[in-house]
Structure formats: C-alpha cells, structure tokens
C-alpha cells in the first residue's frame, strides 16, 4: 500500500514491513520537490518522523559521542572566533546534531541559533559529549564551564537541568553523566587538603548555581555532595609538587556505584556512596594534556583499566585495582577498549590485549594521525570486540578481524580531513567539516557537510526517517 496517498489505510500500517518503502518514497519525493505536504501528512501519522531545519554553523566539531545502542552519533560544534574577535563572537554559541547510522541523516539536535552560549566544549578537553546508558539523555559542557543534560530526541534547545559549579572556572569542568542520566559527578577544582575534588549534583530539572570555593561555604539539603575524602598519605608526603585535581573523569561504573578518574599524576576510582577513592595507582608523569596524550582508558564495561606508567603498560581490575597485566611501554599511544579487548595505538601500529594478556599486532599501511580534538580517536571497535576500524594518517580507513590476517579487510578514503571513526549500525567517520557513513566494507550509506548553506541538502537532509521505529 502506498501510505504517501491521502486515501491510504493506516489502520493496516506495520513499521517492520512498511516503513522501509515509505522512507524510500518520501526520499524521492523530496530530492524531485523539496519537503511538501505529504512528508508533513505522513509525519503527523508517525509523529517522530519529523521534519528537521536546515542548519548554517562555522563552528568547529569540539566533541563527538556514538550512543551506547549503536544507532546515534552526537556531534557538539564550538563557536566560529575570527581572530582577535572571541568577546565579540562569544554570545554567537554552538549547536549539537545527532546523526542516524543506519541511514547517514540527521535525526535530532539543537538548532536554535545561539543556544549553546560559548559552543560545547574545548578541543583541548575530552568528554565534552556524553549519553545515557539508555541513549534518551545527552550531557554537554558548553558556556566554557557549565554542564547540561538534555533529551536526545526532543528538539529543545533549553536543558533539561544545568550545573555550574566550578566558581567561574576558566575551561571546561571534567563530568560524568550517570548510567540514568539524572546525575553528574563534576570535577570542581582542587580541595582543602589532598582530597577527591569532585562533587556529586542532581541533574533533574532546573538551573543550578553553586560555587564551592567560597569561604565558610556549608553544604546545606539539596545541594550537590562534595566527594572530599582524602587521596592518601603519599599526597601529605609531596606537598606542593604538582596539582591535586580531578583532570578527567572516563565515566561511571554500569551499576552507578562508583566513577573513574585521571588526575595530573594518577588514576583511581571513586565510591560514589562515601565519596572515597576505592584504589589509587600513579600513571605516567610528564606527559601533556595539551598534546591529548591521555595517559589511562576504563573499558566501557567498567571493569578493566589500563594505563601508562613511564616505562610500563599495566591493566587492572576497576572494581579492586588489582593489576592483572603489566607490559613493557613501547612509546606513547591511545588506548582504546572493545568488548573484552585493549587496543593500544601508536603512530607505527597497533597493540591487542585479548584479557590480560598481549596476543597481536596489527601494522598500518600508513602512519596514524590524531586530531586536534581530544575525544575523538581514530580507532575504533566493532560492537562485537572481533574486529576493529582505524584512520591511518592519509584519511584512508582501515578494517581490521583478529583472524591472523596480515592485510586489512577494507581499505577506502574516508571524508575530507578524517579524525575520527565510530562503528554502530554502520560506521561513521568524522572529519573537521565532513561526515561519512558506509559500511565495513566500504560501501557508502551516506555523507554530510557539516557547514551547511541554509537550502543545502548536505547536513543530514531536512528529513530524519530513524531505522528504529521499523522496531515499534
């Protein structure tokens, strides 16, 4: 039944087997005459099927994230500062798009002209773009250092709730979003004493405004935790030799009882009922922020990290910090983590951590580059943990199974100016002003250019038709 007729029977509509025809059909429909009544008639019958403006933002890409389930990936823009101008371009803001894997459209994000005041996040800083385990919730730095949850879907540019809690800090605060989405553990700049200097705050409605480096400040019900307990006595022994503070907080355990943390000189966990650090390691001293040289990685799962110390790579229990492996460092890399596997990438290659233990190594047809973003890392995992993609330093984009093979499964260009790669439904491979989706294989699902001109067709297209309502 063809369901774009007005006449059309929508008593008999099943998603699974009619959505597919019709996405393809209104597809055609606006490539030959635009959006026109149909699409809108169609979408007050399927009310996400919705149709999306068009986006104009110079802005670059600070931050990208793929949603837990595989199917989204957020991408948060800063502000575009001519030079010598950022007070004056300031107020101008950033914007977020949420792009569809599956079919390479936009399906969702902030539009609004100016409702990120100061853009999301700082290329210098990652974490800027986080999801809820569920993917409904999308948490943003922006305004330089606040943090905000939103709906992922709901087209708003108003957060749901917002934080500022950093006492006017100067870059974005390290956060992270709770597995539900309704709290955030927020780095706030370091304590009295050697402590967690962190804070635990509700992210449930409202705007939210507490500054903790105010003198006699007494917490009262209602306000955010502080975390506050003491790191321990090698801190007291060193006083004075480098800053004590939460630099980089990787996430939340999938029970949401504790966090992982990255400090200027370790990394260690935290119990979010006693705000106490469960287990404490030093990590590589010397390295540098500013060169995205992030020196530890948390698996997903929350149960395994590793890190670098300066002639070691260990990996560990999260839970106890146990250290289960310790390896010889060979330089500075990314590390990376699958479903039950380490990828350790170096510009000459790659190391792979089956477990505990180091079980391959993958050459490169072309050295490795990184981007000038700190979040986003040009390797990735396949939801499966048995093969992984990575940018090679050229733009190309190579598969890799952990079969024995010595070659590559695919290798094709990737957009112009590829960083960063994203395996879900499809991937997604992310450039400084591009976007592409294909397959493994390399067979193209769908492009964008993410400045769009108002009328242009590139930025995810005006019409968001998302796989998943096939599944309602």
């Not at 509700?202 to 790191?231: C, H, I, N, T």
Request: charged share 25%; proline share 7%; net charge negative.
């Amino acid at each position: 039944m063809d369901f774009t007729d007005p006449a059309a029977d929508w008593t008999a509509f099943e998603p699974g087997r009619d959505l597919p025809p019709l996405r393809a059909r209104l597809t055609e429909l606006e490539a030959a005459e635009g959006v026109t009544g149909v699409h809108r008639r169609v979408s007050e019958r399927i009310p996400d099927l919705r149709t999306l403006p068009s986006i104009v933002h110079k802005g670059d890409v600070q931050g990208a994230a793929l949603s837990p389930c595989g199917r989204y990936l957020a991408v948060g823009f800063g502000i575009e500062v001519p030079e010598g101008e950022w007070h004056s371009e300031y107020e101008d803001g950033g914007t977020l798009r949420v792009f569809e894997l599956a079919s390479g459209r936009r399906v969702a994000g902030i539009t609004e002209p100016g409702a990120l005041r100061g853009g999301v996040g700082w290329s210098d800083f990652p974490g800027a773009v986080q999801w809820s385990a569920d993917s409904s919730r999308i948490g943003l730095a922006y305004d330089t250092n606040v943090i905000g949850v939103w709906d992922a879907f709901a087209g708003v540019s108003e957060p749901i709730a917002s934080a500022g809690v950093t006492d006017g800090g100067n870059r974005p605060p390290p956060y992270a979003l709770s597995p539900d989405g309704h709290r955030a553990f927020i780095g706030i700049g370091p304590l009295d004493g050697f402590a967690v200097s962190g804070c635990l705050v509700p992210m449930e409605k409202g705007d939210q405004s507490w500054y903790f480096g105010v003198d006699g400040y007494e917490p009262v019900e209602g306000l955010p935790r502080l975390m506050g307990r003491a790191l321990g006595p090698r801190y007291e022994e060193t006083p004075g030799e480098m800053e004590v503070g939460v630099e980089w907080i990787q996430g939340w355990d999938r029970d949401g009882t504790r966090v992982h943390v990255v400090d200027f000189r370790d990394v260690y966990a935290v119990d979010i009922a006693t705000g106490a650090p469960l287990w404490i390691h030093e990590h590589a001293m010397n390295y540098s922020w500013w060169d995205h040289e992030v020196p530890a990685s948390f698996s997903a799962d929350g149960t395994r990290v590793a890190w670098y110390t300066e002639d070691r790579l260990r990996i560990a229990d999260a839970a106890t910090g146990e250290i289960r492996g310790d390896f010889e460092r060979e330089g500075a890399a990314v590390l990376v983590w699958g479903a039950g596997r380490l990828a350790a990438l170096s510009p000459t290659g790659i190391r792979i951590f089956d477990g505990d233990a180091e079980t391959r190594r993958l050459p490169s047809t072309a050295p490795i580059g990184r981007s000038v973003v700190a979040e986003i890392v040009p390797l990735t995992w396949s939801p499966d943990g048995k093969r992984l993609a990575v940018v090679t330093g050229d733009g190309a984009v190579e598969v890799w199974s952990l079969d024995g093979a010595t070659e590559p499964d695919a290798r094709f260009a990737g957009p112009e100016s590829a960083e960063g790669v994203y395996w879900g439904d499809t991937l997604a491979v992310l450039g400084r002003a591009h976007l592409s989706f294909c397959t493994p294989e390399g067979a193209p699902v769908g492009a964008v250019a993410l400045h769009d001109e108002p009328g242009g067709r590139s930025a995810g297209g005006r019409h968001a038709w998302p796989a998943h309502w096939a599944d309602r």
